[in-house]
């Protein structure tokens, strides 16, 4: 049985730093694609980052240049290190799962909620003016 469990989130101010992380166990970790998302109340899910099997990455625009996602195999382990963390970056963030990734010419596709079927309970982030 797929489970993640998300960790790191917290209260910080604006311009500061948080790391979450996502324990992944029940199956082969490094075979999924992996994703971070975040939920803002009163807004629709939105996907943050990815990376794939082979460690292709992909980015929200908004926060390309900020966040970066990464993963220890050996650990089945998922990171976001959110850096130069705004306001508007105040939301709950979710890890997710799945078989499957989505290319485009190649590159790594932003996924969409409805591209991972296994999720974790989220952890939240909230950042301060």
């Known amino acids: 049985q797929v489970q993640l469990v998300e960790s790191g989130g917290g209260s910080v101010q604006s311009g500061g730093s948080l790391r979450l992380s996502c324990a992944a166990s029940?199956?082969?970790?490094?075979?999924?694609?992996m994703g971070w998302f975040r939920q803002a109340p009163g807004k629709e899910r939105e996907g943050v980052a990815a990376?794939?099997?082979?460690?292709?990455?992909t980015y929200a625009d908004s926060v390309k240049g900020r966040f970066t996602i990464s993963q220890d195999n050996a650990k089945n382990t998922l990171y976001l290190q959110m850096n130069s963390l705004k306001p508007e970056d105040t939301a709950m963030y979710y890890c997710?799962?799945?078989?499957?990734?989505?290319?485009?010419?190649?590159?790594?596709?932003?996924?969409?909620?409805?591209?991972?079927?296994?999720w974790g309970q989220g952890t939240q982030v909230t950042v301060s003016s």
């Open positions: 029940g199956y082969t970790y490094s075979t999924y694609c």
């Open positions: 997710a799962a799945d078989r499957k990734a989505y290319y485009s010419g190649g590159y790594l596709n932003l996924p969409a909620p409805a591209d991972f079927g296994y």
């Open positions: 990376i794939d099997s082979y460690g292709s990455t």
